[in-house]
């Protein structure tokens, strides 16, 4: 998978499943962000709002993954 910028990776490791995520080559500059998913949690409990913003960029992300698998078939 070729990512770009605001792409990102990992997610279910924030709900308690495993990420199984490999970099092979970055390209250009790189910014990486570690959330911890427990304190993220708390978060999201004293800012509900956050949780929309999270669902809406996971729908986006699924929307442009399901793009590209349309687009090898």
Do not use: H
Request: hydrophobic fraction near 50%; aromatic fraction near 4%; charged fraction near 20%.
């Amino acid at each position: 998978m070729i990512l770009g910028r605001g792409d990102f990776i990992g997610v279910n490791a924030l709900f308690g499943g495993r990420s199984n995520v490999t970099v092979e080559a970055i390209m250009g500059d790189l910014r990486v962000l570690s959330i911890d998913g427990a304190k993220l949690r708390q978060r999201l409990l004293v800012a509900p709002e956050l949780c929309f913003n999270a669902l809406e960029a996971v729908s986006e992300n699924t929307i442009r993954l399901e793009g590209i698998i349309t687009n090898i078939d």
